[in-house]
């Protein structure tokens, strides 16, 4: 039986299983990670989470972050999740800098610790030509699914597909399904149902591809902050994005960055037996 380090932690209830790839690589060395994360992730008979995140070396980036879906699947970034690295890389001593240069698959992420729990995120610029979407959908809003619901599809290095209604009072969560299946979207999507409150305020439900109704999606918040200032419903800067786990600070700023604020929280930390 082999065991490994862990630590469960969460960014507005959005969870992940954290494990130090840099000092502990011969324990994962040959492992199939897809089934690892699917047996951590499984909420009856692992630990239970959304996905889980390695901590890896990197040449050009002071890490890189790796994230495998509760599914197997491959994410190529999380907001969430790169708040909840950020804490864990600097709580495990294997950094002290504050700021931190982080790389993944949407490209190189830089942080920012602002307290013990309150991390900064640059999470780059917003991509509205995704290869993520069919190119005779690219740049566009358009009817995606049967419920009538007209979305605009933005990258934050991750497909979004965005809609705003007036109420929730509705299958949002069947909507969700059939919109991140649906064949506009060749690796599928994240989708997100916003409700504005005011020009700097909106409420989020959010349906992560791969893990279905979560609690919070940071890449999602920027995404929504996208369309609607796009759409002429909210304001650039100081946005207060409402998931059901908290709250999220975003701006989009002049430069065409979208800087987001929020919390990285420890659950608990201990081994796991395979």
Known sequence: ???????????????????????????????????????????NFGIGADGLILAKPCEHADFEMQIINEDGSIAQMC???????????????????????????????RTRAL????????????????????????????????SGLTFSFVSMGNPHAITF??????DWRACGRAVENSDRFPNKTNVEFARVISTSEVQVKVWERGCGETMA?????????????????IDRREVKVVLPGG????????????????????ICEGRYWF
């Open 165 to 170: 209604v007036e109420n929730f009072d509705f």
């Open 79 to 109: 907001g969430n999740g790169v708040r909840c690295f950020t804490r864990f890389v600097r709580e495990l001593g294997l950094t002290e800098r504050a700021e931190l240069s982080i790389q993944t698959l949407a490209g190189l992420i």
């Open 1 to 43: 039986m082999k065991e490994i380090a862990f630590r469960k932690m969460h960014g507005l209830g959005n969870c992940f299983i954290l494990i130090d790839g840099t000092r502990r690589a011969a324990q994962l060395l040959g492992l199939d990670l897809t089934a690892l994360a699917r047996n951590l992730c499984d909420r």
């Open 217 to 233: 999606c940071g890449t999602g918040a920027c995404a929504v902050t996208v369309a609607g200032v796009l759409e002429g419903l």
């Open 115 to 146: 307290g013990p729990d309150m991390i900064e995120v640059d999470m780059g610029e917003p991509q509205l030509d995704s290869p993520d979407v069919l190119p005779h959908w690219r740049g566009a809003t358009a009817k995606v699914d049967a």
């Open 247 to 266: 709250a999220l600070q975003v701006e989009w700023g002049a430069d065409n960055h979208l800087m987001m604020t929020g919390p990285a929280v420890n």
